[in-house]
């Protein structure tokens, strides 16, 4: 396994959920701190063009393991499910382009809250049948691109569809196709699922990405979640992928940032 941390531009909305902004010097602290990639948030492919991000990674040496969508969602409110035919189209664009991205950088890119959400309009099977129009028209650029790209069950609190493993995983099987993934989040984990270590042993074949924050989504060690049982079961199912810390910058950036390389890279210097 390899362990990356989750960074945007220092142009992005409070929305995009990041511990460091800038992408050059955050891409040399995560070098300094030991982590071997960056997930990038992005809100477009022009914003991959817009601040260089081709020479800074390769300046740095540095991987990218993900591209994430919050801001999709967050800041640009589109989804895959909007009542809106042209949202819908636009939503799949962005992520055509986003896809594109991720294949010159031999990334993924993950599906959060851009799956959109239940509305009273619409039963679940309705707004089912729209997600996975939507996911299909994605296929032929993932093909193309020979990337990969991973749902996120995300909490009740944060969004109303999709929000524990087992639902994502029911998903991916009416899907039935091998670039499509779960991206498990433990901190979502500890509040839907029945067991994040047997939850993660049950849905192990459709694992491709997993996002670390301990259970009060501060850096680990300042929550409850075992880290070493967690990362263990990983092993134990045999993932061999990327994990990536997604936290709150508290009580700073850098402070949050090097103390969950502190906590969590022993368990990945082993391999």
Same mark, same amino acid.
Do not use: T
């Given at each position: 396994m390899k362990l990356a941390i989750a960074i945007a531009s220092e142009k992005a909305e409070h929305s995009a959920f990041v511990?460091?902004?800038g992408f050059g010097p955050a891409i040399e602290k995560a070098k300094r701190a030991g982590?071997?990639?960056?997930e990038l948030a992005l809100r477009s492919e022009r914003e991959f063009e817009s601040e260089g991000l081709a020479e800074i990674l390769q300046r740095n040496k540095m991987s990218v393991s993900c591209v994430s969508t919050g801001q999709v969602f967050a800041a640009d409110g589109l989804y895959f499910t909007h009542e809106d035919p042209a949202v819908r189209k636009r939503t799949v664009e962005i992520f055509q382009g986003l896809i594109r991205v991720a294949g010159r950088l031999g990334a993924m890119v993950n599906i959060g809250r851009a799956r959109g959400l239940l509305t009273p309009e619409r039963t679940r099977e309705e707004t089912?049948?729209?997600f996975l129009?939507?996911?299909?028209?994605?296929?032929?650029?993932?093909?193309?691109?020979?990337?990969?790209v991973v749902i996120e069950p995300v909490n009740r609190y944060e969004i109303n569809y999709l929000n524990n493993t087992d639902e994502v995983c029911a998903l991916l099987r009416k899907l039935h196709h091998p670039r499509f993934g779960v991206m498990p989040?433990?901190?979502?984990? +500890?509040?839907?699922?029945?067991?994040?270590?047997?939850?993660?042993?049950? +849905?192990?074949e459709y694992i491709k990405y997993v996002h670390l924050a301990d259970s009060n989504r501060y850096?680990?060690?300042?929550?409850?979640l075992n880290f070493e049982k967690i990362l263990g079961t990983l092993r134990t199912v045999g993932y061999q992928g990327w994990c990536a810390v997604e936290i709150l910058p508290d009580p700073d950036p850098d402070t949050a940032a090097f103390s969950a390389a502190e906590a969590l890279l022993p368990f990945f210097s082993a391999e």
């Open positions: 511990v460091w902004r982590f071997q990639g960056v089912e049948a729209l129009d939507s996911l299909s028209q994605l296929i032929p650029e993932m093909e193309r691109c020979h990337v990969d989040d433990v901190f979502h984990m +500890n509040i839907e699922d029945d067991d994040i270590c047997e939850s993660l042993k049950r +849905n192990r850096y680990p060690g300042r929550g409850h």
